[in-house]
């Protein structure tokens, strides 16, 4: 059955960087469009960044710009999210979710990210 595994959170200070990991099984990896979605407490659930089958990337939550990166590797059946120049504002659980050629959807467990001194 399809499973999402994130991994890679963790308490990190401000300014610092995290690797994000969602290791996917039960599917076609290369033909699924991969996302990470975060929500903080008290907040509702915003996309963060989407990779297509094709590799083409977009970061919606990126402020300033450039600190995030997604990337997959095909090979591992994994998506990745670099976060670099961490604040305070990016902590919150971060979600793994995969959307099928048959456009049904999958989450992942989450991996809580905390960015404090």
């Known amino acids: 059955q399809v499973q999402l595994v994130e991994s890679g959170g963790g308490l990190v200070q401000p300014g610092g960087s995290l690797r994000l990991s969602c290791a996917a099984s039960g599917f076609y990896f290369s033909s699924s469009a991969m996302s990470w979605y975060r929500q903080a407490p008290g907040k509702e659930r915003e996309l963060v960044a989407t990779i297509s089958s094709a590799g083409r990337s977009t970061v919606y939550v990126d402020s300033p710009k450039g600190r995030f990166t997604i990337s997959r590797d095909n090979a591992k059946s994994t998506v990745y999210l670099q976060m670099n120049s961490l604040k305070p504002e990016d902590t919150a659980v971060y979600y793994c979710?995969?959307?099928?050629?048959?456009?049904?959807?999958?989450w992942g467990q989450g991996t809580q990210v905390t960015v404090s001194s």
């Open positions: 979710k995969a959307r099928l050629p048959n456009q049904r959807t999958y």
